[in-house]
């Protein structure tokens, strides 16, 4: 048995799903982090970015397999037709977005726990010291750089089946 082949149709539909999912992940993380604050007057931006307990979910939604996986799949499976060509351009846009929030996210998390005076004053501890701040910048910086290398292949997936000759009609 060959492999599953898929109309056009269901394929340019299944790509869309995949795609869209993967913004609702992306929009999530950024309501998280900059939406989520909860009642403790602590709970700002910069400490959800750092995820020091309080509502610390966008991070871990952010840079998760989903937000980057799932754009790759939409424009490997889209089809070479118009909407197709569409979907991976949207694609790109995805994976634009979210290396954009991603290194915002990534510095604000950084900045806060480079900046142990601040937490020590604002706080009353320092809940992210430096080695754990630069730990967390050099994974989110790994995301980045998977997310980067998805856009790379999904600009080449989308090219290459873009420009194959296609057979003559009889």
Not at 110 to 120: T, V
Not at 129 to 139: G, I, N, P, S
Request: hydrophobic letters at 55%; one cysteine or more.
């Amino acid at each position: 048995m060959g492999p599953l082949q898929l109309a056009p149709r269901t394929r340019t539909a299944l790509a869309a799903v995949l795609l869209a999912c993967a913004v609702v992940v992306i929009l999530v993380a950024l309501s998280q982090w900059l939406f989520g604050a909860g009642v403790d007057p602590r709970d700002d931006t910069m400490s959800r970015a750092a995820g020091i307990g309080f509502t610390d979910e966008a991070r871990g939604t952010l840079f998760s397999i989903l937000p980057v996986a799932l754009p790759l799949l939409a424009a490997l499976v889209a089809p070479p037709t118009r909407p197709g060509r569409v979907i991976a351009r949207s694609t790109r846009l995805v994976y634009a977005a979210y290396i954009v929030i991603g290194v915002l996210l990534a510095l604000t998390a950084a900045r806060y726990g480079f900046d142990e005076a601040g937490q020590l004053a604002k706080e009353g501890q320092v809940f992210i010291d430096t080695r754990a701040a630069v730990e967390r910048l050099l994974l989110d910086v790994v995301w980045l750089v998977l997310a980067a290398i998805g856009l790379a292949f999904a600009q080449k997936a989308g090219k290459g089946e873009r420009t194959s000759t296609a057979e003559a009609v009889k």
